[in-house]
């Protein structure tokens, strides 16, 4: 732990309702082996061991008016049926597949878009996709109110972009059913049954940053991620490495910020993968009394409106100097 940070003392009263497990071996830190995730967090809080804590996370807040104003226009969108799968099928090639995707999504509100060729070890355990392509959403955040976590402010910000993401996830899958085909959407704050960092990755959003938030040449952290699954004949986008992970080694910002001391300063080994990891077990209590914290995404330098684009060029100037003197 770094300075003086004041100790984050758990509410007793949350404590009280933590598993016997820990979310660390559920999520399968320090396992070498490549697996599937387990569901453990915004998933059926009948059926996971920390779902006592999701419902408090909920009952906590359910009194506060941005929060309430919030929910309320996300579930009207996660209400909103899809369109019927018509069955006139129509049938182009995957570039213009992918073009009209891309651009239904822009139009929908879509800050992001990207598509991946979807992978097994991207599914959770107990649900099994048989969709061959995952496109992915991101849409960004108003950092004027992210700026503000761990403040109520901030979570209310988070869910207004998972209404925004699940409308461009509902939008494009029923453009796509529209045409013959089938597809699924999928936005927060529900886990569904895939990954969506991983995806993101393969289909260059950005990078994976020590806060275990995906970091965007252009949107820096902060943003949300949707989702559609779909057959339709697509072209795959490929990963964007742009020097976050390296600016990552040697920055402490979000750690230093972290109450909980849930972010470390070197990458752990996850499910056969070696990356940067939040400590569940010490992340979870301080963001389910505040609402969803937060912080680590807000102080991030990557995530502050106009700085992505300047480090981003400050990370290839570096890259190529290191190349020069190799
Ligand atoms: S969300 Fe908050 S508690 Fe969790 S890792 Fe980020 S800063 Fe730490
Ligand atoms: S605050 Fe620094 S260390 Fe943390 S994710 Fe952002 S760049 Fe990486």
Redesign the pocket.
């Known amino acids: 732990m770094s300075g003086s940070k004041p100790v984050f003392t758990p509410n007793p009263e949350q404590m009280a309702l933590w598993p016997s497990i820990s979310g660390n071996e559920i999520n399968g830190l320090g396992q070498t082996d490549k697996s599937r995730p387990h569901p453990i967090y915004w998933h059926d809080p009948d059926k996971t061991p920390h779902g006592p804590l999701q419902r408090w996370f909920y009952a906590r807040s359910s009194a506060d008016p941005q929060l309430i104003a919030a929910r309320a226009v996300r579930q009207r969108v996660l209400d909103m049926p899809l369109s019927e799968l018509s069955s006139q099928r129509i049938d182009l090639p995957a570039a213009t597949w992918t073009d009209r995707i891309k651009k239904v999504a822009r139009e929908l509100g879509a800050d992001l878009v990207g598509i991946a060729e979807m992978q097994p070890e991207w599914v959770f355990e107990g649900h099994e996709i048989a969709q061959k392509w995952i496109v992915m959403f991101g849409v960004a955040h108003d950092y004027e109110q992210m700026k503000l976590a761990p403040a109520v402010a901030a979570g209310a910000e988070v869910v207004r972009q998972y209404a925004r993401g699940n409308e461009v996830a509902k939008g494009v899958a029923s453009f796509i059913r529209e045409h013959g085909h089938e597809a699924h959407a999928h936005g927060g704050p529900m886990a569904g049954p895939v990954l969506l960092i991983p995806p993101a990755l393969a289909c260059g959003f950005g990078e994976l ?3 275990g938030s995906l ?1 965007n040449r252009e949107f820096g ?1 902060s943003f949300r991620l949707a989702s559609v699954l779909t057959d339709l004949p697509l072209l795959a986008d490929g990963p964007d490495i742009f020097g ?1 992970d390296e ?2 080694t040697h ?5 230093d910020a972290c109450p909980p001391d849930a ?1 470390v300063q070197v990458k752990q080994m996850v499910r056969g993968e070696q990356k940067w990891y939040v400590d569940f077990d010490k992340c979870l209590p301080y963001f389910n009394e505040t609402m969803g914290c937060g912080i ?1 995404v807000a ?4 995530s502050r409106p106009g700085v992505a684009k300047n480090l981003v060029e400050k990370m290839s100037t570096r890259a190529s100097r290191k190349t020069l003197t190799d």
């Open positions: 940053g020590k806060h970091i952290s976050a600016f990552c920055c402490r910002v979000c750690s972010l680590c102080v991030c330098p990557w």
